[in-house]
C-alpha cells in the first residue's frame, strides 16, 4: 500500500486520527493493547486510533492549571490520581503566590472529577498496569497536560508507555519523547503558535462527543466517523 502523503495541516481532528493511526500499525494485533485519549480534544483522535488498532478506548483526565487573570497561560496540570505537575519556569518568572496555585488546584480538581464521572458515568476506568498503553492527545504546545498524564499512568505501571500526537513544538516533542518508551508525532515544527494553527476546523469538543464516541468505540462494531 503506498504511504499517504504527510500533511501540512489537518482538516479536523478525526482526519488527524487516521492519519496517526497509519503511522502506529507497528502495535496492531497486541493482546495488551490499551488507548487512552485526553479529553476533550484528544478523544476524537483516540477514537480513531482505537478503532484502526482494535483496540479499547478509555480517557485519563487532565486539567490545565492556569492563572485566573491568563487563564491559556499554563502553570501546571493535574490529572487523575492525585498528580500535579507545576511549571516551575513559568511559576518562577511571574512570581506566582503558592496561595493562588492552591486555589486554582482546588478549582480544576472539582472539574476533573465532575468530568470523570460525566464521561464514565460511573463506570471503572480500564487499568493500565502491565498494557502496552498509547496516550493521545490533538497537539502538543507546552506539553504541561501531556506531563500530568504521563504522570497518572505511569504510577497504574503499564508495561509499555507510547505517547501519540499529531503534532507538537519541536522543544516540547524532545522533551516529552524523553519521558516515554517511544513517540509518534507526524508534524514537528519551531513554528508553533498554538495547536489549532494546524487544523482547518478546531471547533471545540463538548463532553457529549466524549461520552458519544466511548460508547460507539465499546460496541462491537463501531459506526464509521
Known sequence: MKARPKPERYWKRAEAGVYLAGQLLS??????????????????????VARTLH?????????????PEQPELAIGAIASGGIRI???????????????????????????????????GGKAAVDPRGRTVILVDDGLATGATMRAAIAAVRQRQPALLVVAVPVAQSDVFQAI????????????????FAVGQWYVDFSPTSDDDVRELLQRAASPAPAAA
Do not use: Q
Open 177 to 192: 519523547r524523553a519521558l516515554v518508551d517511544d513517540m509518534v508525532c507526524p508534524i514537528v515544527s519551531e513554528d508553533f
Open 55 to 67: 483496540a479499547p478506548l478509555d480517557v485519563v483526565v487532565v486539567r490545565k492549571l492556569g492563572l
Open 86 to 120: 507545576l511549571n516551575e519556569e513559568v511559576v518562577t518568572e511571574l512570581r506566582v503566590p503558592k496561595p493562588v496555585i492552591e486555589a486554582v488546584t482546588r478549582r480544576e480538581r472539582r472539574e476533573l472529577e465532575r468530568r470523570e464521572h460525566a464521561f464514565r
Open 27 to 48: 502495535y496492531a494485533g497486541r493482546s495488551d493493547l490499551l488507548v487512552l485519549g485526553i479529553p476533550r480534544g484528544g478523544v476524537p483522535v483516540a477514537f480513531e
